[in-house]
C-alpha cells in the first residue's frame, strides 16, 4: 500500500476541489493518505504538492527532512518546479502508483543564522525588507572577500533557483545539474555590481554592515524567517540534504525555460 503525503495551498484557486479529487482517487485505489500535520509521526512514500511554486518549495523542505520523493501538480501561473499541470493529475497519480517515473535530486543550501539552520531550495535573500533605504552587505567567499554590495538586497541561489527571484534581479539561467551557487545583488547602486557564480562547494558568508541601528530581513525560499541588525552573519553552504523531484514529462529544462518563463510572459 503506497502512502500518500497531500499537501495543497488552500487559497489557491481551485486547490480544495483538486484536493477532493486527488483524495478520491488515492481513496479509491487503496492508497494510504497521511495528513500533513502527520508527516513526521506517520512516514509516507511519497509526497504531492497541489499549488505553485510556493506550495513545491514549502513542501520540499519536508520531503529533504523525510528523504521521500516528490511530485508537483500546478495550479498556479507558472508553476516551474511542478511536473504537471492540473488537467495531467490523473495520469500523475497512476503512474506514481506504478512506479512509473523517474527522480531527479537537486541541492538545497544550508542556511545557518545563530543557532538557526534552514533549508533552501530557491535561494536565501538579505532584503533592507522596511528599511528606507540601501543596505551594504558584505559577502566572503571561504576565508576569501568576494565583494561589499550597497544595494536593496542580495540574493544566494542554487541553479534551481536561478529561474526564480535571482532571474528577476538580472542574474543568468543555469541548469540544474550545474555545481554552484549563485550570488545576485537587487538593484545594486553600482555598476560593478554584477551577478557572480561560485563554486558549490564553497562557503558563503554574508555580513549586514551599518553606520546607523536597522532592521533587514532574512528570506529563505521566499519566506520571511529572521530580522538581521547590523553585524549579523548569515552562512550559506550546500546542505547534506538533497530534494528528489519525481520525472515524468520528456521535456528537457531548456525546453521548459522557453514553455514556461517566455511563451507565458507574452
Known amino acids: 500500500?503506497?502512502?500518500?503525503?497531500?499537501?495543497?495551498?488552500?487559497?489557491?484557486?481551485?486547490a480544495i476541489e483538486a484536493r477532493e479529487q486527488a483524495l478520491r482517487w488515492l481513496e479509491d485505489h487503496q492508497c494510504h493518505i497521511v495528513p500533513e500535520?502527520?508527516?513526521?509521526?506517520?512516514?509516507?512514500?511519497?509526497?504531492?504538492?497541489?499549488?505553485?511554486?510556493?506550495?513545491?518549495?514549502?513542501?520540499?523542505?519536508?520531503?529533504?527532512?523525510?528523504?521521500?520523493?516528490?511530485?508537483?501538480?500546478?495550479?498556479g501561473?507558472?508553476?516551474?518546479?511542478?511536473?504537471?499541470?492540473?488537467?495531467?493529475?490523473?495520469?500523475?497519480l497512476e503512474r506514481l502508483l506504478r512506479g512509473d517515473y523517474t527522480e531527479e535530486k537537486r541541492a538545497l543550501l544550508a542556511v545557518c543564522h545563530g543557532e538557526d539552520r534552514f533549508l533552501a531550495l530557491n535561494d536565501t535573500v538579505i532584503s533592507r525588507?522596511?528599511?528606507?533605504?540601501?543596505i551594504r552587505v558584505?559577502?566572503?567567499?571561504?576565508?576569501?572577500?568576494?565583494?561589499?554590495?550597497?544595494?536593496?538586497?542580495?540574493?544566494?541561489?542554487?541553479?534551481?533557483?536561478?529561474?526564480?527571484?535571482?532571474?528577476?534581479?538580472?542574474?543568468?539561467?543555469?541548469?540544474?545539474?550545474?555545481?554552484?551557487?549563485?550570488?545576485?545583488?537587487?538593484?545594486?547602486?553600482?555598476?560593478?555590481?554584477?551577478?557572480?557564480?561560485?563554486?558549490g562547494s564553497a562557503s558563503v558568508t554574508l555580513t549586514l554592515q551599518a553606520d546607523e541601528p536597522l532592521n533587514a530581513s532574512l528570506q529563505i525560499d521566499g519566506k520571511h524567517r529572521a530580522s538581521l541588525r547590523e553585524g549579523d552573519c548569515v552562512t550559506i553552504c550546500r546542505a547534506e540534504e538533497q530534494v528528489r523531484l519525481i520525472r515524468m514529462r520528456e521535456t528537457g529544462f531548456f525546453d521548459l525555460v522557453h514553455q514556461k518563463l517566455i511563451e507565458w510572459s507574452r
Open 77 to 92: 501561473n507558472v508553476g516551474f518546479l511542478a511536473e504537471m499541470e492540473a488537467d495531467g493529475m490523473t495520469v500523475a
Open 37 to 75: 500535520d502527520a508527516f513526521e509521526t506517520d512516514h509516507p512514500d511519497v509526497l504531492v504538492a497541489l499549488g505553485g511554486d510556493g506550495t513545491m518549495l514549502r513542501c520540499a523542505e519536508k520531503a529533504a527532512a523525510l528523504d521521500v520523493p516528490m511530485i508537483g501538480i500546478n495550479l
Open 1 to 14: 500500500m503506497l502512502r500518500v503525503g497531500l499537501t495543497s495551498a488552500p487559497k489557491r484557486t481551485g
Open 138 to 199: 558584505q559577502a566572503r567567499l571561504d576565508d576569501t572577500w568576494a565583494g561589499d554590495y550597497r544595494a536593496d538586497g542580495l540574493i544566494v541561489a542554487t541553479p534551481t533557483g536561478s529561474t526564480g527571484y535571482s532571474l528577476s534581479a538580472g542574474g543568468p539561467i543555469i541548469a540544474p545539474g550545474v555545481d554552484c551557487m549563485l550570488i545576485t545583488p537587487i538593484c545594486p547602486h553600482s555598476l560593478q555590481h554584477r551577478p557572480q557564480v561560485v563554486p
Open 129 to 134: 525588507g522596511s528599511y528606507p533605504r540601501l
